[in-house]
C-alpha cells in the first residue's frame, strides 16, 4: 500500500506570495492532518480534516488554511508568505474511529521563503 | 493533552538495549501514552502505545509504571537505525471520533554509536 504523499517536496518562495502544498493520503484513509515542524517551535498542529469538512485547529494565524477534497486528498495554502513560515510542513493520514488513531506521516514539503 | 517530559538526548551503544524515559505526572486516566520517532529527513513514524499495562509489538516494548506517571519505551537491540528523535505523546482516548492533532515536545535525541 502506498504511504503518503507530498508535493512538492521543496519550494522556495519570496515574502508577500503565497503557496498551496498538495498531501494525497494512505488509500481508505479518510482523515488528514497538516504539521508545521521548525527548529525554534518544534512540530506543531496546523488543523485536521475529515470527509471535507476542518474538524480541529491549531493555533495558526488565518493565513494558514486548508481544505479537503471528496477524494481525501488535501491542500493547504499559506498566504501573504513571511520569512518565519519556512519550515517543514507534514502530512498525516489516519483512520478515525479506532482508539489510538495512529497517524502515518509522509516526507514533509521543505518551504523557504526570501 | 496533558504535558509530557523528557530528557533531551541520550547515547547508547549499537546492540545494546536502550531504554527512554517519559514522565507524565498529570496524566488523566484516559490518556493512551503514544511513542513516535522521527528519523532523519522524515517524517514522524508511530513506534507503540498503551493505555496500562506493558506493550510490545516488533519495533519496541513499552512500560507503563503502575501509577501510570511516567512510561519507558525499550528498544531490545539499538541498531544505528534507531538513531532519531523519539517522541512520547499522550492522547485522549476516544472511539468513533476524530483526530486532535499531536501534541509534540521537544523529544529525546538518541544517538547510536557504532
Known amino acids: 500500500k502506498a504511504g503518503v504523499t507530498q508535493t512538492p517536496r521543496y519550494l522556495i518562495k519570496t515574502r508577500g506570495q503565497q503557496v498551496t502544498l498538495s498531501c494525497s493520503p494512505i488509500?481508505?484513509?479518510?482523515?488528514v492532518s497538516w504539521y508545521q515542524q521548525t527548529p525554534g517551535q518544534g512540530l506543531q498542529f496546523l488543523f485536521e480534516y475529515f470527509s471535507e469538512t476542518q474538524r480541529n485547529k491549531g493555533n495558526f494565524p488565518g493565513r494558514f488554511s486548508g481544505r479537503q477534497f471528496s477524494n481525501s486528498r488535501s491542500e493547504m495554502n499559506v498566504s501573504t508568505l513571511e520569512l518565519g513560515d519556512s519550515a517543514l510542513y507534514l502530512c498525516?493520514?489516519?483512520?478515525?474511529?479506532?482508539?489510538?488513531?495512529?497517524?502515518?506521516f509522509g516526507p514533509g514539503t521543505r518551504l523557504t521563503v526570501l | 493533552d496533558a504535558k509530557t517530559t523528557q530528557p533531551n538526548s541520550m547515547e547508547s551503544n549499537e546492540e545494546e538495549p536502550v531504554h527512554l524515559p517519559c514522565n507524565h505526572s498529570?496524566?488523566?486516566?484516559?490518556?493512551?501514552i503514544h511513542w513516535y520517532r522521527q528519523l532523519p529527513s522524515q517524517g514522524p513514524e508511530y513506534v507503540i502505545h498503551?493505555?496500562?499495562s506493558n506493550v510490545n509489538n516488533r519495533m519496541a516494548s513499552l512500560a507503563i509504571a503502575e501509577d501510570r506517571k511516567s512510561s519507558t519505551l525499550i528498544l531490545h537491540r539499538a541498531t544505528l537505525r534507531d538513531a532519531a528523535v523519539y517522541y512520547c505523546?499522550?492522547?485522549?482516548?476516544?472511539?468513533?471520533?476524530?483526530?486532535?492533532?499531536?501534541?509534540f515536545g521537544k523529544g529525546t535525541h538518541l544517538i547510536i554509536q557504532p
Open positions: 498525516a493520514s489516519n483512520l478515525p474511529g479506532n482508539d489510538y488513531n495512529e497517524q502515518f
Open positions: 505523546i499522550l492522547r485522549a482516548g476516544f472511539s468513533g471520533g476524530g483526530a486532535d492533532g499531536l501534541t
Open positions: 498503551g493505555l496500562t
Open positions: 488509500s481508505g484513509h479518510r482523515s
Open positions: 498529570t496524566i488523566s486516566g484516559t490518556d493512551y
